[in-house]
């Protein structure tokens, strides 16, 4: 490298390479640099891995696992997660009702409560 290069590959320069180095000797895309591009699902710069929830971004550019996604992580601690329905009264078909033989499978915070544990 010299001057104002970032990188310099030689020939394996490609303006096109995720994570590579482009023909001008500076950085391709990558994530990290706040453009959602080659595998990414996000990139927000510099606060990616630093805001939880839906609208968070990971270090490595995909959206986090959150209670309310609709998928359980037992490693977050969440018993279950039925997502937009989490906390609502659900018929037996799992949709929302206002019928009082209706249940509350899963809580807001995803957890099953002590009415459905078997």
């Known amino acids: 490298m010299s001057g104002a290069e970032e990188c310099d ?3 394996m320069n490609a303006d096109t390479e995720y994570g590579g180095c482009t023909t001008k000797c500076f950085a391709g895309p990558f994530c990290g ?3 959602v591009n ?3 699902e996000c ?3 510099v606060q990616n891995g630093k805001i939880d929830g839906p609208d ?3 270090l490595g550019c995909t959206k986090p696992h959150y209670c309310g996604d609709g998928v359980p992580d037992s490693d977050r601690g969440e018993e279950c997660d039925f997502g937009a329905l989490n906390g609502q009264t659900l018929d037996l078909y799992l949709n929302p009702t206002n019928d009082p033989s209706g249940v ?3 809580t807001a915070d995803c957890m099953i409560p002590m009415c ?3």
């Open 9 to 11: 590959w030689g020939a």
């Open 33 to 35: 640099d706040g453009i």
């Open 38 to 40: 080659g595998p990414e």
């Open 43 to 45: 990139d927000q710069c």
């Open 56 to 58: 968070g971004c990971s």
């Open 104 to 106: 509350v499978y899963c």
């Open 116 to 118: 459905c544990v078997y």
